[in-house]
Structure formats: C-alpha cells, structure tokens
C-alpha cells in the first residue's frame, strides 16, 4: 500500500522561500500524477501544482512564476519550491499521488506565511 509522507512546512517571512518534500513508500509509476493540494479553514482544498511524468507539470495560477515541483523518481519523491512567499500562500499543503481511481494523500504540513 502507498504512503506520502511530507516535510518542509513552517514559518517564514513574506518574500521567504520554502521547500515541501514527499516521499512515497510502496510501488509507484512515474506516470502516476503527484503533486500538491492546499487547504485554509472554510475553503475548498486547492490544486496548487501537479506533475505527471519528468516533464508535464500544472500549476494553480496563483502561483505560477514562484512556486516550481519537481520530481525525483528514483526517490519516489516530489518537491515544491515555493519562493517568493505571500502571506495568501498560508495554508496546510497536502501531497497527493493518483494510481488509477485512487487517490493517495499525505498528513498535511502547515505553511505559515506571516512577519
């Protein structure tokens, strides 16, 4: 069965930049979409960015020139760098992989985007 777990999350100042890593245990495709959710209280979780492949990647227009994932298939491992952060960007980030008809999502890891 597969696992996400996640890492990176915390605080930092608007205009810092931040890493998220997740990693998947179990078998896994390169194909298999993986990417990122982000959820704030109140509102619908949010596809922040998503990568099929080495190459095909989408993301959320909010973030698009700041935020850049990345995939390290050997590691089973997908990256978002998010740079140039914003206090808007504050929210639980969740990883998510799609095999088939089932989607897969990590435990969440708060991003804090405050001074």
């Known amino acids: 069965q597969v696992q996400l777990v996640e890492s990176g999350g915390g605080l930092v100042q608007p205009g810092g930049s931040l890493r998220l890593s997740c990693a998947a245990s179990?078998?896994?495709?390169?194909?298999?979409?993986m990417g990122w959710y982000r959820q704030t209280p109140g509102k619908q979780r949010e596809l922040v960015a998503s990568?099929?492949?080495?190459?095909?990647?989408n993301y959320a227009d909010s973030v698009k020139g700041r935020f850049t994932i990345s995939r390290d298939n050997a590691k089973n491992t997908v990256y978002l760098q998010m740079n140039s952060l914003k206090p808007e960007d504050t929210a639980v980030y969740y990883c998510?992989?799609?095999?088939?008809?089932?989607?897969?999502w990590g435990q969440g890891t708060p991003v804090t985007v405050s001074s």
């Open positions: 990568i099929t492949g080495a190459t095909r990647r």
């Open positions: 179990g078998s896994i495709f390169s194909l298999n979409p």
């Open positions: 998510f992989i799609n095999l088939g008809g089932t989607t897969i």
